[in-house]
Structures are given as C-alpha cells and as structure tokens.
C-alpha cells in the first residue's frame, strides 16, 4: 500500500526557508510548501531571495501564483532546474491583494484559465503539477449547480490538463466580506466533499486540509484520503506536526534541545549570508510550547535575537530555560 502523505501548508509569511529548515528537524518525511510566489516575483525579482533553499528541506513544493500560462510555464521551468520536488498552483488563497492580481481562489470561476496554466507548466517540466484549491467559492460562478458538482468539474479540467495532486482546504472560499483570517475559520469545514473528491477521481492524489490538528484527528481522514496538510497548528505548536510524524511513519521522537542545537550551524551558514538571527529564531517560538519554561524560552528569543550583535549561541542559551527532563517525560508520554 502507498505510504501516506504528511503535507504541511503553504502560509504567507511564514513558511519562508528558515521555517521549512526548521520544520525539517522534527519532521522528516514531511512534504514542505514554500510561501506562494507569484511570477512576477519570480521573473523580475531577485531569484536567490524567492527559490533558494537548504536541500535538507526536500521534498519540497514551490507554490505559484499567476494566471498567465506562459509566465507559470517559465516559472514552473526555473522551479524544477532550482531543484523542487514538485510545482503547486494557488487556486486558493482568498485574500483582495491576490484577486487583484487575478489569481489565488478567483480562479475557481475560471477552469478553462486554469486548465491553460496547468498544461503550460505540464509542458515545461518532467516535475509534477499539483494545484491547491479550496471546496468552491462564493459567490458562486454558477448558483445554479451544487457545490460538489462545481468542485469536481473543477479538478476534472485541471487534472485532464495535467495535475496529479489536489490539495483540498476543505472550506469555501468568500472573495468579498471575509479577510484571510475568517476565510480559515468562519466557512464551515466539509470534509467529506474530499472523500468523496478521491472516490471519485481514485487516480488522483487528494490531499485534505483544513481544521486538521490532531492524531486523531489524521487517523480519521487517512481511510478516504491519500495525505493530510497541516496548517497553522504544525507553526504554532510545531511539536503537533512531530506527533502526527511519529504515527504515520514510526519516526523516533527527536529531543527538542537537540532540535535546538541543530539550528546553531544552520544559523551560522544564513548569518554569514546576511540574515539576521532574527528571522530564523521568529519560526522557533512554538518549539517547547506547554512545557515549563516555554514562556522564557519565547521571551529570550523574542527579546534578543533582534539586537545587532546577537549570535547563534542565543537559541542554546534560550533552550536551557527548558528544564530538560520536562521535555523528555513530554516525549515519552
């Protein structure tokens, strides 16, 4: 039987290189997305700064945004040569700053464009195509046909154009009214729209996501799926995703201060580049979220990683704020 998929979402802002490295540490058999980069970002910007990352954060997803098939198909082209495991469209995201630019969820009234953009970049790589999407929008391009009817009519253009995975947030999305952060949790999540989404297209890769936190919660959607994708619990409280890891594929649970230290180097190598401790040590907050020691440990980083003459050595220092038979008697549990 294929192995399940363990997937954690693209999320602007904060899924960027450091994040994903960091990530990588408690979750190795993760699937890792990038933040959305649109293609003009991409073609006019500087290319290091969107595409680079560690090859430790493999497998990897670059998500774009556009609705220009030739853009994408160039985008898609320098992704692959950048050494991504896969492409992944944004038919998702709801928010006015990406409809302006004509793509993100609004694409859901346009299959046909979709479609295009899909065979375009399918053109243009060996490397697969995958597409994110919600359940449908509102308002709807056709009030007149169920919702399920639209979605599946959906994912049938785009997978006849050449996409092999459908990343399902199981909710609508309202373009107008709404902001992103009510688009997350007010539309009421129908998960069963993605069961049936992978009955129906069985030779699809359907991923669910939306509201998914849990074990449990995984073990439950598993049966009619191909792979669950975490959102905000695995940035939040990222301990989740390494539970979650732990009983998909039977990974040994790693020591947090070990995750800890295993960021100094990587650090060291991003500060010699330039970057500030700042914007990898934002990513670790969550590292020893509900144990003693944790608002200290948040509060160190918080406090001392913005000042100019930190230095790597501050995340050791912060951890020992943790007492580590805490955290151990939390992984044993």
Known sequence: MQEKILAVAPMMDWTDRHCRFFLRQLAPHAVLYTEMVTTGAILHGDRQRFLGFDPAERPLVLQLGGADPAALARCAALGAAWGYDAINLNCGCPSDRVQSGRFGACLMAEPETVAACIAAMADAVVAPITVKCRIGIEPSPDPARDDYDLLAAFVAKVSAAGAGTIALHARNAVLSGLSPKENREIPPLRHALGYRLKQDFPHL??????????????????????????????????????????????????????????????AEARMRE?????????????????LPGARRWRRILSEEAHRPDATPDLLLRAAEAVPRAAALVAAAE
């Open 205 to 266: 890769t359907i991923l669910l996501n939306g509201g998914i936190e849990t074990v449990e919660q995984v073990q439950a959607h598993l049966p009619h799926v191909d792979g669950v994708m975490l959102g905000r619990v695995a940035y939040h409280d990222p301990w989740r995703l390494t539970e979650i890891e732990a009983a998909l594929f039977a990974t040994p649970l790693p020591d947090r201060h070990a995750v800890a230290a295993a960021m100094v180097p990587y």
């Open 274 to 290: 330039g970057t500030p401790l700042k914007s990898i040590a934002r990513h670790m907050l969550g590292l020893f979220q509900g």
